[in-house]
Protein backbone atom coordinates (compact mmCIF):
# COMPACT_ATOMS: atom_id res chain seq x y z
CA UNK A 1 0.00 0.00 0.00
CA UNK A 2 1.12 3.80 -0.98
CA UNK A 3 1.83 5.46 1.55
CA UNK A 4 -0.87 8.46 1.83
CA UNK A 5 0.34 12.61 1.55
CA UNK A 6 -2.38 14.83 2.87
CA UNK A 7 -1.77 18.70 1.70
CA UNK A 8 -4.40 21.46 2.90
CA UNK A 9 -4.16 24.24 0.20
CA UNK A 10 -2.93 22.26 -2.58
CA UNK A 11 -4.64 23.00 -5.94
CA UNK A 12 -2.09 25.83 -6.03
CA UNK A 13 1.48 27.38 -5.78
CA UNK A 14 3.70 25.25 -3.51
CA UNK A 15 0.90 23.03 -2.54
CA UNK A 16 0.31 21.86 -5.89
CA UNK A 17 3.76 21.88 -6.75
CA UNK A 18 4.67 19.53 -3.32
CA UNK A 19 1.56 17.12 -4.73
CA UNK A 20 3.45 17.18 -8.28
CA UNK A 21 6.37 16.07 -5.94
CA UNK A 22 4.94 13.37 -4.04
CA UNK A 23 3.14 11.80 -6.80
CA UNK A 24 6.76 11.29 -8.30
CA UNK A 25 7.80 9.80 -5.51
CA UNK A 26 5.43 6.76 -5.38
CA UNK A 27 3.03 8.34 -2.65
CA UNK A 28 -0.43 8.52 -2.79
CA UNK A 29 -1.91 11.88 -3.15
CA UNK A 30 -5.24 13.74 -1.61
CA UNK A 31 -5.10 17.54 -2.14
CA UNK A 32 -7.86 19.96 -0.72
CA UNK A 33 -9.42 23.56 -1.49
CA UNK A 34 -11.67 25.98 -1.07
CA UNK A 35 -13.20 26.59 -4.51
CA UNK A 36 -14.32 23.70 -6.83
CA UNK A 37 -12.77 25.41 -9.82
CA UNK A 38 -8.90 25.17 -8.51
CA UNK A 39 -9.98 21.93 -7.16
CA UNK A 40 -10.77 20.67 -10.75
CA UNK A 41 -7.84 21.97 -12.52
CA UNK A 42 -5.42 20.69 -9.95
CA UNK A 43 -6.58 17.37 -9.98
CA UNK A 44 -6.54 17.49 -13.67
CA UNK A 45 -2.69 18.68 -13.72
CA UNK A 46 -1.99 15.77 -11.70
CA UNK A 47 -3.66 13.12 -13.32
CA UNK A 48 -2.16 14.08 -16.67
CA UNK A 49 1.36 13.35 -14.71
CA UNK A 50 3.62 10.36 -16.59
CA UNK A 51 5.17 8.05 -14.90
CA UNK A 52 3.97 8.23 -11.45
CA UNK A 53 2.65 5.14 -9.23
CA UNK A 54 0.62 7.08 -6.83
CA UNK A 55 -3.01 8.28 -7.44
CA UNK A 56 -4.20 11.73 -6.90
CA UNK A 57 -7.76 12.62 -5.48
CA UNK A 58 -9.28 16.00 -4.04
CA UNK A 59 -11.94 17.71 -1.68
CA UNK A 60 -12.87 21.32 -1.24
CA UNK A 61 -12.04 21.92 2.53
CA UNK A 62 -12.18 25.27 4.18
CA UNK A 63 -9.29 24.60 6.78
CA UNK A 64 -11.05 27.68 9.13
CA UNK A 65 -13.72 25.54 9.57
CA UNK A 66 -13.00 23.32 11.98
CA UNK A 67 -16.39 20.74 11.73
CA UNK A 68 -15.57 20.73 8.08
CA UNK A 69 -12.30 19.87 8.85
CA UNK A 70 -13.05 17.15 11.37
CA UNK A 71 -14.87 15.36 9.02
CA UNK A 72 -12.84 15.59 5.96
CA UNK A 73 -9.77 13.44 8.28
CA UNK A 74 -12.39 11.25 9.52
CA UNK A 75 -13.63 10.22 6.04
CA UNK A 76 -9.75 9.61 4.79
CA UNK A 77 -9.37 7.40 7.87
CA UNK A 78 -5.65 6.91 7.15
CA UNK A 79 -2.60 9.66 6.25
CA UNK A 80 0.78 9.24 6.60
CA UNK A 81 2.19 12.83 6.32
CA UNK A 82 0.19 16.12 6.28
CA UNK A 83 1.29 19.14 4.64
CA UNK A 84 0.08 22.39 5.82
CA UNK A 85 0.09 24.88 3.00
CA UNK A 86 -3.00 27.00 3.91
CA UNK A 87 -2.97 30.47 3.80
CA UNK A 88 -5.24 33.88 4.03
CA UNK A 89 -5.13 37.20 4.35
CA UNK A 90 -1.76 39.08 4.17
CA UNK A 91 -1.95 41.49 6.55
CA UNK A 92 1.04 43.62 4.46
CA UNK A 93 1.54 47.16 4.46
CA UNK A 94 2.74 49.99 6.73
CA UNK A 95 2.21 48.86 10.53
CA UNK A 96 0.09 51.93 11.40
CA UNK A 97 -2.08 51.37 8.40
CA UNK A 98 -2.75 47.42 8.70
CA UNK A 99 -6.48 46.88 10.57
CA UNK A 100 -7.15 44.97 13.63
CA UNK A 101 -10.05 43.21 11.28
CA UNK A 102 -7.11 42.47 8.49
CA UNK A 103 -4.83 40.80 11.54
CA UNK A 104 -7.97 38.56 12.73
CA UNK A 105 -8.06 37.32 9.09
CA UNK A 106 -4.52 36.86 8.86
CA UNK A 107 -4.12 35.30 11.98
CA UNK A 108 -7.55 32.83 11.04
CA UNK A 109 -6.12 32.04 7.43
CA UNK A 110 -2.46 30.68 9.10
CA UNK A 111 -2.57 30.09 12.38
CA UNK A 112 -5.88 28.99 13.00
CA UNK A 113 -6.52 27.22 9.76
CA UNK A 114 -2.67 25.61 10.78
CA UNK A 115 -3.83 24.59 14.19
CA UNK A 116 -7.39 23.36 13.43
CA UNK A 117 -5.87 20.78 10.68
CA UNK A 118 -2.81 19.63 12.71
CA UNK A 119 -5.25 18.61 15.62
CA UNK A 120 -7.96 17.11 13.26
CA UNK A 121 -5.05 14.63 11.17
CA UNK A 122 -4.06 13.29 14.57
CA UNK A 123 -6.55 11.23 14.86
CA UNK A 124 -5.90 9.48 11.22
CA UNK A 125 -1.94 10.40 11.14
CA UNK A 126 0.01 7.39 11.57
CA UNK A 127 2.42 6.80 14.57
CA UNK A 128 5.24 7.25 11.94
CA UNK A 129 4.29 10.00 9.74
CA UNK A 130 4.75 13.50 10.15
CA UNK A 131 3.29 17.15 9.95
CA UNK A 132 4.62 19.79 7.87
CA UNK A 133 3.80 23.08 8.30
CA UNK A 134 4.51 26.11 5.63
CA UNK A 135 5.24 29.26 7.18
CA UNK A 136 7.60 32.18 5.51
CA UNK A 137 10.80 33.82 6.01
CA UNK A 138 9.00 37.48 6.55
CA UNK A 139 8.77 35.67 10.34
CA UNK A 140 12.30 36.86 10.95
CA UNK A 141 13.33 39.08 8.37
CA UNK A 142 12.40 42.43 9.95
CA UNK A 143 11.52 44.22 6.67
CA UNK A 144 9.07 47.20 6.84
CA UNK A 145 5.31 46.35 6.12
CA UNK A 146 5.55 42.87 7.18
CA UNK A 147 4.74 42.95 10.46
CA UNK A 148 1.46 41.05 10.32
CA UNK A 149 3.00 39.13 8.01
CA UNK A 150 5.75 38.12 10.54
CA UNK A 151 3.48 38.12 13.02
CA UNK A 152 1.20 35.40 12.17
CA UNK A 153 4.14 33.51 10.05
CA UNK A 154 6.53 33.49 13.50
CA UNK A 155 3.51 31.72 15.70
CA UNK A 156 3.22 29.01 13.50
CA UNK A 157 7.07 28.17 13.49
CA UNK A 158 6.85 28.66 17.17
CA UNK A 159 4.68 25.68 17.40
CA UNK A 160 6.81 23.26 15.92
CA UNK A 161 9.49 22.39 18.29
CA UNK A 162 6.93 22.63 20.92
CA UNK A 163 4.65 19.53 18.72
CA UNK A 164 7.90 17.62 17.75
CA UNK A 165 7.97 16.83 21.23
CA UNK A 166 5.01 16.12 22.30
CA UNK A 167 3.65 14.69 19.83
CA UNK A 168 6.40 11.99 19.03
CA UNK A 169 7.23 9.64 17.38
CA UNK A 170 5.05 11.80 14.96
CA UNK A 171 7.40 14.09 13.15
CA UNK A 172 6.46 17.50 13.37
CA UNK A 173 8.35 20.38 11.10
CA UNK A 174 8.02 23.73 8.65
CA UNK A 175 9.66 24.93 5.57
CA UNK A 176 9.78 28.53 6.08
CA UNK A 177 10.21 30.28 2.61
CA UNK A 178 11.61 33.26 0.97
CA UNK A 179 9.56 35.03 -1.83
CA UNK A 180 8.28 32.20 -4.53
CA UNK A 181 6.69 33.05 -7.59
CA UNK A 182 2.98 31.68 -6.71
CA UNK A 183 -0.12 33.22 -6.85
CA UNK A 184 -0.12 34.13 -3.66
CA UNK A 185 1.28 37.39 -4.95
CA UNK A 186 -1.45 38.37 -7.45
CA UNK A 187 -2.59 40.98 -4.05
CA UNK A 188 -0.15 43.17 -5.72
CA UNK A 189 -0.49 45.23 -9.15
CA UNK A 190 2.08 43.28 -11.60
CA UNK A 191 4.69 46.63 -11.37
CA UNK A 192 4.78 46.42 -8.04
CA UNK A 193 5.29 42.42 -7.64
CA UNK A 194 7.87 43.05 -10.90
CA UNK A 195 9.70 45.54 -9.24
CA UNK A 196 9.55 43.06 -5.24
CA UNK A 197 10.75 40.15 -7.17
CA UNK A 198 13.88 42.27 -8.92
CA UNK A 199 15.00 43.67 -6.08
CA UNK A 200 14.38 40.03 -4.19
CA UNK A 201 16.59 38.22 -6.54
CA UNK A 202 18.96 41.19 -6.66
CA UNK A 203 19.81 40.90 -2.66
CA UNK A 204 20.04 37.06 -2.78
CA UNK A 205 23.46 35.06 -3.20
CA UNK A 206 21.06 32.50 -5.10
CA UNK A 207 20.44 35.36 -7.60
CA UNK A 208 16.78 34.57 -8.17
CA UNK A 209 13.17 34.47 -6.57
CA UNK A 210 12.44 31.24 -5.48
CA UNK A 211 9.73 28.41 -7.82
CA UNK A 212 6.96 26.11 -6.18
CA UNK A 213 9.28 23.27 -7.42
CA UNK A 214 11.94 25.06 -5.02
CA UNK A 215 9.69 24.44 -1.98
CA UNK A 216 8.40 20.79 -3.04
CA UNK A 217 12.12 19.76 -2.87
CA UNK A 218 12.41 20.94 1.07
CA UNK A 219 8.89 19.81 1.55
CA UNK A 220 9.76 16.11 0.32
CA UNK A 221 13.09 15.78 1.88
CA UNK A 222 11.51 16.55 5.62
CA UNK A 223 8.55 14.02 4.15
CA UNK A 224 11.40 11.09 3.80
CA UNK A 225 14.16 11.45 6.63
CA UNK A 226 12.95 9.78 9.48
CA UNK A 227 15.10 11.61 11.91
CA UNK A 228 14.51 15.12 11.14
CA UNK A 229 12.00 16.38 13.53
CA UNK A 230 11.40 19.97 15.05
CA UNK A 231 12.78 21.89 12.56
CA UNK A 232 12.19 25.08 10.54
CA UNK A 233 13.84 24.68 7.12
CA UNK A 234 14.37 28.51 5.70
CA UNK A 235 14.75 28.18 1.81
CA UNK A 236 15.02 31.74 0.95
CA UNK A 237 17.70 31.78 -1.80
CA UNK A 238 20.35 33.36 0.78
CA UNK A 239 18.38 36.23 1.96
CA UNK A 240 18.69 36.31 5.29
CA UNK A 241 22.15 36.52 4.89
CA UNK A 242 22.07 39.41 2.73
CA UNK A 243 20.01 40.83 5.55
CA UNK A 244 22.67 40.23 7.89
CA UNK A 245 20.70 37.45 9.86
Keep these: MNERVVIIGGTSGIGLAAARRQLTE ?8 RTPERLRAALAELD ?6 GTATGAIVDARDETATVEFFAGLQRADHVVIAATGATAAGPFRSVTTEALREAA ?10 ARAALEVLSPGGSLTFLTAASAGAAM ?3 AGLAAVNASVAAMV ?5 ELGP ?12 TPWWDWMDA ?3 AQTFASYAKSTPAGRCGAPEDIADAIAFLI ?6 GVVLTVDGGARLSAGA
Design 26 to 33: GRDVVVTG
Design 48 to 53: ALEGVV
Design 108 to 117: EGKLIAHSVT
Design 144 to 146: PGT
Design 161 to 165: PVLAV
Design 170 to 181: IRVNAVSPGVVD
Design 191 to 193: DAK
Design 224 to 229: GNSFTT
